[in-house]
Structures are given as structure tokens and as C-alpha cells.
């Protein structure tokens, strides 16, 4: 009876989703300062609808494009965290792993190892993102 009560127990915990590592970001960033004040004085739907990419602790977002983020583990030397993601855009499912940095109390960078489609571009979901205080996600 004990073992039932264990096993069940175990298959819900598996079940549920992975829990935010440690310290994880916090807020709504976007790609630029301005975007920020932006989307203070239009709305953040507004901005994802025009196709800016927002980044959350739940992962990227955008108007036909998102990653969720499902495994989270915060390194021991860096402000850094490892991040797996499942991300989707029309007709196309991928997995992605990511390095987010803290760089500052208002930048975060992360760096994706997807490659860009295009050479020109910076690679896949890489790029800085700074925190846009009073912005909150839909």
C-alpha cells in the first residue's frame, strides 16, 4: 500500500511542469530600451503583434513564434542559467538550448546554439534583452 501511495506520488511530480531555477529572471525584457518605453505608451500586445520578440521566465514570445522554456539549471561560477526549449513557429516544432546571462540589474543576453537561417542574422534566439519596468505580460 505504501509503494501505491509512493508511485503515484512519483508520477505526478514527473507529471507536473519543471520548476523555475533558482534566482531566474523576473519581469518582461525586450530587445531594446526603447521598446520598453514603447510598450509603456502603446501596450505589449501591441509590440508582440508588430513581431518583437519578449522574453519571460516562461520563455520567448512573439506574434507567430514562441519557446517554452522547460528545463532550467542556474550555474555555480556565472550569473547563468542553462535553458532546453521547445519552440514553434507556423508548421515547424524545434528544440533549442540556450545560455541566459544576467549581465546587469536591466540586461540579460542569451545565446542560443541554433544557428541563424540566414548568415547575416544573429544566431536563432540569440541576442540581448533589457528589463522594461511596469510592463507586465498579457
Not at 519578449?54 to 517554452?68: K, N, T, W
Request: net charge negative; hydrophobic share 45%.
Amino acid at each position: 500500500m505504501i509503494l501505491r501511495g509512493f508511485l503515484c506520488i512519483s508520477i505526478l511530480s514527473v507529471a507536473s511542469a519543471a520548476p523555475a531555477a533558482e534566482d531566474f529572471i523576473e519581469g518582461v525584457y525586450l530587445q531594446s530600451e526603447d521598446l520598453c518605453a514603447q510598450a509603456k505608451k502603446d501596450t505589449l500586445e501591441a509590440l508582440i503583434d508588430a513581431g518583437n520578440i519578449v522574453l519571460s521566465a516562461r520563455g520567448l514570445q512573439s506574434v507567430e513564434y514562441d519557446c517554452e522554456f522547460l528545463q532550467i539549471t542556474k550555474a555555480t561560477l556565472s550569473p547563468s542559467w542553462a535553458v532546453t526549449a521547445i519552440c514553434q513557429e507556423p508548421g515547424h516544432v524545434f528544440p533549442d538550448v540556450l545560455s541566459v546571462t544576467q549581465l546587469s540589474p536591466k540586461q540579460i543576453d542569451l545565446v542560443s546554439v541554433r544557428p541563424a537561417e540566414d548568415e547575416s542574422e544573429a544566431s536563432g534566439n540569440s541576442g540581448s534583452y533589457f528589463l522594461c519596468d511596469g510592463v507586465a505580460l498579457p
